[in-house]
């Protein structure tokens, strides 16, 4: 069952209060919801919630929870669709992830292999014992230039080997693996790199054809129009339905159709956390309650196990899978908003988490 909700004007948003449609949006979509695995439902908790504590995502935005073979909720405007591309900024680093286990267990690289066998300018600069998972963990201990900020402006580079070769230049503020500094380029672009070198392909045309097609995602890209770059951390366009499959084949353990994409161990290990919140040294978010594994934010149980994963865009989009309780949470928004929505998205999987009779803790 699919509970869709569709304006059908925009006139509808420009006559009402954004943060009033929203709420009252979002408690009708919910109100409405499936039974989910047998639980006893209860919005009255929903209600009060929403009301409370909704916040403004721009006019135009996509909203669903879906599990691996199904779309339980969906809200979308007549203009902004499921089909409809945006940038998805930094959710486009748990694709890159996947980019690098996918050629790992085609045999091109080993994911604990040494940057510097295919970069050797980091072994030149002292930074010889960093790894390609501690790039996609966010543990090179390399300092950015900057601390991550959600308007910070992106440094013009004509290619990705360019950007990279300033990179190896800069400082390492701590021992590689002891610290997880989470940057919006650094990591994740220097594997993005190595992943070049290795395939002999530029990053755009290397992802759509070992990620992308797969996965059928026909409607997102890496490629930079403006001929600036290619942004492995934060460089995507897509749209909710392509980065659905993305998350579904996750919850379905690597497998698309039922045919294995990648292995289950090579999802196990893609979703492992790494970092736990300790290690975090610095984080976009407010708080402590997220550990980091690789291209993806996690909160683990207390084995350490990682339950649930997400991988924000930061401004306003934000990506999740729950492990544990077998379903997709996705936002993608349509306008770049001002600030990230964290709290909002938490106080929405609290919600959504009470329709499993689940212990996931």
């Given at each position: 069952?699919?509970?869709?909700?569709?304006?059908?004007?925009?006139?509808?948003?420009?006559?009402?209060?954004?943060?009033?449609?929203?709420q009252?949006l979002?408690?009708?979509?919910?109100?409405?919801?499936p039974?989910?695995?047998?639980?006893?439902?209860?919005?009255?908790?929903?209600?009060?919630?929403?009301s409370?504590?909704?916040?403004?995502?721009?006019?135009?935005?996509?909203?669903?929870?879906?599990?691996?073979?199904?779309?339980?909720?969906?809200?979308?405007?007549?203009?902004?669709?499921?089909?409809?591309?945006?940038?998805?900024?930094?959710?486009?680093?748990?694709?890159?992830?996947?980019?690098?286990f996918?050629?790992?267990?085609?045999?091109?690289?080993?994911?604990?292999?040494?940057?510097?066998?295919?970069?050797?300018?980091?072994?030149?600069?002292f930074?010889?014992?960093?790894?390609i998972?501690?790039?996609?963990?966010?543990m090179?201990g390399?300092?950015?230039?900057?601390?991550?900020q959600l308007?910070?402006?992106?440094?013009k580079?004509?290619?990705?080997?360019e950007?990279?070769?300033?990179?190896?230049?800069?400082?390492?503020?701590?021992?590689?693996?002891?610290?997880?500094?989470?940057?919006?380029?650094?990591?994740l672009?220097?594997?993005?790199?190595?992943?070049?070198?290795v395939?002999k392909?530029?990053?755009?045309?290397?992802?759509k054809?070992?990620?992308?097609?797969?996965?059928g995602?026909?409607?997102?890209?890496?490629?930079?129009?403006a001929?600036g770059?290619?942004n492995?951390?934060?460089?995507?366009?897509s749209?909710?339905?392509?980065?659905?499959?993305?998350?579904?084949?996750?919850?379905?353990?690597?497998?698309?159709?039922q045919?294995?994409?990648?292995?289950?161990?090579?999802?196990?290990?893609?979703?492992?956390?790494?970092?736990?919140?300790?290690?975090?040294?610095y984080?976009?978010?407010s708080?402590?309650?997220?550990?980091?594994?690789?291209?993806?934010?996690?909160?683990?149980?207390?084995d350490?196990?990682?339950?649930?994963l997400?991988?924000?865009?930061?401004?306003?989009?934000?990506?999740?899978?729950?492990?544990?309780?077998?379903?997709?949470y996705?936002?993608?928004?349509?306008?770049?908003?001002?600030?990230?929505?964290?709290?909002?998205?938490m106080?929405?999987?609290s919600?959504?988490?009470?329709?499993?009779?689940v212990?996931?803790?």
């Amino acid at each position: 069952m699919i509970i869709r909700i569709r304006t059908e004007s925009l006139s509808f948003f420009r006559n009402s209060s954004c943060t009033n449609v929203i709420q009252g949006l979002i408690f009708l979509l919910l109100l409405q919801a499936p039974t989910l695995a047998k639980a006893q439902q209860d919005w009255t908790a929903v209600k009060a919630k929403t009301s409370a504590n909704a916040k403004e995502l721009e006019e135009e935005f996509v909203f669903l929870v879906a599990t691996a073979d199904s779309t339980l909720l969906l809200m979308e405007t007549k203009t902004f669709t499921t089909k409809a591309q945006a940038p998805i900024f930094l959710s486009s680093q748990w694709l890159t992830a996947a980019l690098l286990f996918k050629l790992a267990e085609e045999g091109k690289l080993s994911i604990d292999d040494p940057v510097q066998k295919y970069l050797p300018a980091f072994g030149k600069y002292f930074k010889g014992y960093i790894t390609i998972r501690h790039c996609l963990s966010q543990m090179t201990g390399i300092e950015p230039n900057q601390k991550f900020q959600l308007q910070g402006p992106r440094k013009k580079f004509t290619s990705l080997e360019e950007e990279v070769n300033e990179l190896v230049t800069l400082t390492i503020r701590a021992k590689p693996g002891t610290e997880c500094w989470f940057s919006q380029s650094v990591g994740l672009n220097i594997a993005g790199r190595i992943a070049e070198v290795v395939t002999k392909k530029k990053f755009d045309i290397l992802i759509k054809s070992k990620l992308l097609t797969p996965l059928g995602m026909r409607r997102t890209s890496f490629s930079d129009l403006a001929g600036g770059a290619l942004n492995p951390s934060a460089g995507a366009q897509s749209t909710a339905d392509d980065y659905l499959k993305f998350l579904r084949m996750l919850l379905n353990n690597g497998k698309v159709n039922q045919v294995p994409f990648l292995s289950e161990a090579s999802v196990n290990n893609l979703l492992q956390l790494q970092a736990p919140p300790a290690k975090v040294a610095y984080s976009p978010f407010s708080g402590e309650r997220f550990g980091y594994a690789h291209g993806a934010w996690t909160l683990a149980d207390r084995d350490g196990r990682s339950t649930a994963l997400c991988a924000p865009g930061m401004y306003g989009g934000w990506s999740m899978i729950d492990r544990c309780r077998g379903y997709a949470y996705l936002v993608v928004t349509k306008n770049k908003l001002k600030e990230d929505k964290a709290d909002l998205h938490m106080e929405m999987k609290s919600l959504i988490d009470r329709q499993w009779s689940v212990n996931c803790q």
